[in-house]
C-alpha cells in the first residue's frame, strides 16, 4: 500500500511537471509565432499598403486574410480551455500545422485504424514525450522531414516519431542519453514502452507502446 501511495505520488508530481512543461513550450511558440509568422505578414501588409494600387490590392487582402488566419490558429494555444479538452490526435496535429506553417521542417501525421479514447492524463505524458522528440530534431537533428504515425489497435497504440536526420551513436552522447533516459522513465509511468533507433547518418526513431 505505501508503494502503491509513492507511485502515484511520484504520477501526480509528474502529471503537474509535464503540465507546466507544455504550457512553457507554448508560450514559446507562441513568441516564435507573434516575430517570424505573424509580424512578418503584418510588415508585408503595411509596405503594400504604401504603395496600394489596383492591380496589388488583392495581394494586400490575401496578406491580411492569411494574418487572421495565423492569429486564429494562434488563439488556440493561448486558450487553456482549448488545450485542455483537444485530444492526442488533435494535439499533435496543432504542432505538425506549426512545423508547415513556418517552415521549421516538412511535417506529417499518418492515423492508422480506428481511434481509441485516451486517459486524459496519459495522454499529456505522451504529447509531452513527442513535444521533446520534437524539439531534437529541429534543433540538433538537421533533419529536412519528420513523420509522425498513429496506429491504433483494439488493445494499444504504436506511435512512431521519425526524422531523417544526422542520428547519433545513443551510448556515446551523455547530454542525449539523460534526456533518452526521462523519455523512458516518462513512459513507465503510464505503462508505456518508448524505445529509439538511431545511427549516425541515417536518423532517429523514438517508438512508442501504449497499453490500453
Avoid at 507554448?26 to 509568422?37: C, F, K, V
Avoid at 529536412?144 to 489497435?153: A, M, R
Avoid at 494499444?156 to 533516459?181: H, P, R, T, V, Y
Wanted: net charge positive; hydrophobic share 40%; charged share 30%.
Amino acid at each position: 500500500m505505501i508503494e502503491r501511495e509513492e507511485s502515484k505520488k511520484r504520477f501526480e508530481r509528474e502529471i503537474a511537471e509535464t503540465q507546466i512543461e507544455i504550457r512553457e513550450e507554448t508560450l514559446r511558440n507562441i513568441s516564435w509565432e507573434l516575430h517570424d509568422n505573424i509580424g512578418q505578414l503584418l510588415t508585408l501588409a503595411k509596405i503594400q499598403l504604401q504603395s496600394v494600387t489596383d492591380k496589388n490590392i488583392h495581394e494586400v487582402s490575401d496578406t491580411i486574410s492569411k494574418s487572421l488566419t495565423e492569429i486564429r490558429a494562434l488563439s488556440k494555444l493561448i486558450n487553456p480551455e482549448a488545450i485542455k479538452n483537444i485530444n492526442l490526435k488533435e494535439a499533435i496535429q496543432l504542432e505538425i500545422d506549426r512545423f508547415n506553417r513556418l517552415n521549421f521542417i516538412a511535417s506529417s501525421l499518418i492515423i492508422k485504424g480506428t481511434e481509441q479514447k485516451i486517459n486524459k492524463k496519459h495522454s499529456i505524458i505522451i504529447f509531452r514525450i513527442l513535444q521533446e522528440f520534437f524539439s531534437n530534431t529541429i534543433k540538433h537533428s538537421k533533419a529536412s522531414e519528420l513523420k509522425v504515425i498513429l496506429d491504433f489497435t483494439e488493445k494499444n497504440i504504436l506511435i512512431s516519431a521519425c526524422d531523417n536526420g544526422i542520428g547519433f551513436e545513443i551510448n556515446q552522447n551523455k547530454i542525449q542519453g539523460i534526456g533518452l533516459q526521462n523519455i523512458k522513465n516518462r513512459a513507465k509511468l503510464i505503462n508505456a514502452e518508448a524505445t529509439f533507433l538511431s545511427e549516425k547518418n541515417k536518423g532517429t526513431t523514438l517508438h512508442i507502446n501504449y497499453n490500453l
